[in-house]
């Protein structure tokens, strides 16, 4: 099986709603089901169903994250240095728009585009890896060709 990467803060946070998962809405979930079993005929209960298919949700989400951190490869970025890699917080200006970007160079379960955490498999991404400051990279996105100059280059 190939190691999943994720930093210190991407893993706990996993962590933590697996914990979450496991302690406080699987338990709420069977109550929420043998109370809406109370209530007799299964067949148009609709409470039932409802926490049935939430039941189902979250066993899902349990055995995914438990499978993601079995496989975790947790690596600490402060201790990394040099070009881009994973890990990696990167300061882009844009050449067409002036405009600037930091993102973190993240693995897949940990990223979210709106707080700065771009996915490691993105277009982005793949094109920063390897590259230094004062680079620029050309990116193909669905919108078309986009151009970036590394301004900064920081692992914390």
Do not use: C, M, Q, W
């Given at each position: 099986m190939?190691?999943?990467p994720?930093t210190?803060?991407?893993?706990?946070?996993?962590?933590?709603e697996?914990?979450?998962?496991k302690?406080?809405?699987?338990?709420?979930i069977?109550?929420?089901?043998?109370e809406?079993?109370?209530?007799?005929d299964l067949?148009?209960n609709?409470?039932?169903?409802?926490?049935k298919?939430?039941q189902?949700f979250?066993?899902?989400?349990v055995k995914?994250l438990?499978?993601v951190?079995?496989?975790?490869?947790?690596?600490?970025?402060?201790?990394?240095?040099?070009?881009?890699?994973?890990g990696?917080?990167?300061?882009?200006v844009d050449?067409?728009?002036?405009e600037?970007?930091?993102?973190q160079?993240?693995?897949e379960?940990e990223?979210?585009l709106?707080?700065?955490?771009?996915?490691l498999k993105?277009?982005?991404?793949?094109?920063l890896?390897?590259k230094?400051?004062g680079?620029?990279?050309?990116?193909?996105?669905p919108g078309?060709?986009?151009s970036?100059?590394?301004?900064?280059?920081s692992?914390?």
């Open positions: 190939e190691k999943i994720l210190r803060a991407g893993f706990e946070k996993l962590d933590a697996l914990k979450h998962l302690s406080v809405e699987r338990p709420a069977i109550r929420a089901i043998s809406a079993r109370e209530h007799g067949s148009e609709a409470e039932y169903h409802s926490a298919e939430k189902s979250i066993e899902g989400r995914e438990e499978g951190i079995s496989l975790a490869d947790v690596i600490d970025p402060a201790k990394l240095s040099g070009a881009i890699k994973f990696a917080t990167v300061k882009l050449e067409d728009t002036d600037e970007k930091t993102y160079i993240v693995g379960y990223a979210d709106e707080s700065g955490k771009l996915n993105s277009p982005l991404s793949r094109a890896i390897g230094e400051e680079d620029s990279v050309d990116v193909r996105t078309g060709t986009r970036y100059e590394i301004l900064e280059i692992y914390v």
